[in-house]
């Protein structure tokens, strides 16, 4: 009997780490395919940008990371309680979020932003390659590469940062919201067969 049961216990452990290490698989080969073709999509296509357009494609992919980010962040600092008692529209979906936090935080900052730097790299070799064009000097354009690279990640990580403390301190709207226009874009005809 005693065996029986420590044997149940060793099984349910297992099956216990299979689901917690299972998705952290399936967020790997996932992040591997989209960083892979979004690679060879911003290589092929970037290379072709004009300075001004590069820039406006840099900033874009930069504030796509930084809003998902900050997606990731309040999603794992919002209560679940607030979802539970709240009856607006967006609820519903914000409480989903809420249960799967780690999930949706992985996706949102890790697999979202992972892209969004591969995308704002390429926008930044485009950049840098249309300055080695009009620049011919070799040293000029080591400063050029490394303050286009440098200005990329600090704006990032200056967005980030302005936006945790604003993720965590306004969690639940932020959800909320996320909630709203999730079910808005995803649910719509779900709910439109539903009401009739």
């Given at each position: 009997?005693?065996?029986?049961?420590?044997r149940k216990k060793?099984?349910?452990?297992?099956?216990?780490?299979?689901?917690?290490?299972?998705?952290?698989?399936?967020?790997?080969?996932?992040?591997?395919?989209?960083?892979?073709?979004?690679?060879?999509?911003?290589?092929?296509?970037?290379?072709?940008?004009?300075?001004?357009?590069?820039?406006?494609?840099?900033?874009?992919?930069?504030?796509?990371?930084?809003?998902?980010?900050?997606?990731?962040?309040?999603?794992?600092?919002?209560?679940?309680?607030?979802?539970?008692?709240?009856?607006?529209?967006?609820?519903?979906?914000?409480?989903?979020?809420?249960?799967?936090?780690?999930?949706?935080?992985?996706?949102?900052?890790?697999?979202?932003?992972?892209?969004?730097?591969?995308?704002?790299?390429?926008?930044?070799?485009?950049?840098?390659?249309?300055?080695?064009?009009?620049?011919?000097?070799?040293?000029?354009?080591?400063?050029?590469?490394?303050?286009v690279s440098s200005?990329?990640?600090?704006?990032?990580?200056?967005?980030?940062a302005c936006m945790?403390?604003?993720?965590?301190?306004?969690?639940?709207?932020?959800?909320?919201?996320?909630?709203?226009?999730?079910?808005?874009?995803?649910?719509?005809?779900?709910?439109?067969?539903?009401?009739?």
């Amino acid at each position: 009997m005693w065996f029986y049961v420590s044997r149940k216990k060793k099984v349910k452990t297992l099956e216990k780490r299979v689901k917690q290490y299972g998705w952290a698989v399936r967020m790997f080969f996932l992040t591997l395919c989209l960083s892979s073709v979004f690679s060879l999509i911003s290589q092929s296509l970037m290379s072709s940008l004009g300075i001004v357009t590069s820039v406006i494609t840099i900033l874009t992919f930069i504030f796509v990371s930084i809003c998902f980010d900050m997606v990731g962040i309040a999603v794992t600092s919002a209560s679940r309680d607030y979802f539970i008692a709240n009856d607006k529209k967006g609820a519903e979906i914000g409480l989903l979020l809420v249960d799967n936090s780690e999930k949706v935080c992985s996706f949102c900052a890790d697999v979202v932003g992972d892209i969004c730097g591969i995308l704002s790299g390429a926008g930044g070799a485009s950049v840098i390659l249309s300055f080695s064009n009009i620049i011919q000097d070799q040293t000029i354009m080591i400063i050029v590469s490394t303050l286009v690279s440098s200005l990329i990640a600090g704006v990032t990580i200056f967005g980030k940062a302005c936006m945790k403390a604003k993720a965590i301190k306004n969690a639940n709207k932020i959800i909320l919201k996320v909630g709203y226009i999730c079910e808005k874009i995803f649910f719509k005809k779900n709910r439109k067969i539903v009401d009739t």
